[in-house]
């Protein structure tokens, strides 16, 4: 008999709740509804929110009026204050708190008196929409540190204000903090935010107490990526976006599977995935 244990933490925070919250009281409100790349980095939901009208571009050329959603992570500076500037555009902000707390942290480092003559580290992924954003805000003072590699090689002559992606591990953020204070005069501002270290911190915990961990999220969502990295320490584990997923033959000698989702992961992908274990469970057990 296969037992299936969730992590505490698991599946939608706070930040993407109110996003899509926000993103289908606007569908009620208005006509043309737009978001500037995917509102949150799950698929299956983002094709949930395009059949109830909502549509994604890449680009703002192609918008002429109507609403413009801010996704939860976030978009470049300029580009917001361009939208804004057009009388023609409904500018509606879903940026995360969390999200948007880490990009005034930015904003401040490079303008005050005290900090404005130093570096700004960002410890995050060079690509990510969230990463690009945070260092638009810091007037050309941003430098992307990825990787404890990176940290070692960095070369500077100034002070360091080290600060972080929202859902960065709390591991790699302070290994490279670490290195990092090594060589410099430094200032740390964790700006990791608290459901991602929750979901990190329940996963951890039950990936060492079961035969093989279920990670589900997109593949395009950097914390649920990083669940998969740090449950795959502790146990086999497979990352997956959806219950087709999943093959029967993972669960063959296996008796507790752990489950955990990213913060956006809605919660009908995961029951969709639960069921699917349960049905395997009843098949091999046959
Ligand atoms: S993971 Fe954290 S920063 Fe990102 S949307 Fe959720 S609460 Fe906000």
Known sequence: MLKVKKAKNAGFCFGVRRAIEIAEKTLKEKDKVYTLGPIIHNPQEVKRLEKRGI???????????????????????????????????????????????????????????????????????????????????????????????????????????????????????????????????????????????????????????????????????GNTTRLAQICSCKTKTYHIETFKDLKKNWFERIFTIGLTAGASTPDWVIKDVELKIKEFGEKLQN
Do not use: W
């Open 55 to 221: 549509k994604t571009l890449e680009s703002v050329s192609r918008i002429k009026d109507g609403c413009v959603i801010l996704r939860t992570h976030g978009i470049p500076l300029e580009l917001h204050e361009k939208l804004e500037k057009n009388g023609n555009i409904n500018v509606i902000d879903s940026t995360c708190p969390f999200v948007k707390r880490a990009q005034d942290v930015v904003r401040k480092l490079s303008s005050d008196k005290a900090t404005k003559d130093s570096t700004i580290v960002v410890v995050g992924e060079k690509a990510h929409p969230e990463v690009v954003a945070l260092v638009s805000y810091g007037n050309k003072k941003c430098i992307v540190i990825e990787t404890s590699e990176e940290a070692k090689a960095f070369k500077d002559n100034k002070n360091l204000n080290i600060v972080s992606q929202t859902t960065q591990t709390s591991e790699n953020f302070n290994n490279i903090v670490n290195i990092l204070s090594k060589k410099y005069k430094i200032s740390v501002y964790n700006t990791i935010c608290k459901a991602t270290l929750d979901r990190q911190q329940s996963a951890e915990k039950l990936a060492r107490d079961v035969d093989l961990m279920i990670v589900i999220g997109g593949k395009n969502s």
